[in-house]
């Protein structure tokens, strides 16, 4: 997989918080960096491992916060400029 590259701040503020509401979220990413899954689950972590930042979805599912293209339907891009 490519290097992780941090994404928009005001992306990183929405995930936050869908997750501190525990709302049902729609989300589409990318999976294996090729296929795109999409995926109704609540927000239960965001959380930093090997210097990217990952979701923990209630189903399981991580989701590394770059590979995502949009929740709820609200495509979001660019990065924080880090």
């Known amino acids: 997989m490519e290097k992780y590259q941090p994404i928009a701040c005001q ?3 929405v995930l936050e918080l869908h997750a501190s509401r525990r709302e049902k979220s729609t989300i589409a990413f ?3 960096g090729k296929s795109v899954k999409t995926v109704d689950a ?3 972590d965001i959380f930093t491992r090997e210097k990217a930042e990952y979701l923990k979805l209630s189903d399981g599912t991580e989701v590394r916060l770059d590979q995502i293209i949009s929740l709820n339907d609200t495509q979001f891009y660019g990065s924080c400029g880090f």
């Open 42 to 44: 609540i927000i239960e």
């Open 11 to 13: 992306f990183y503020d």
């Open 30 to 32: 990318f999976e294996n």
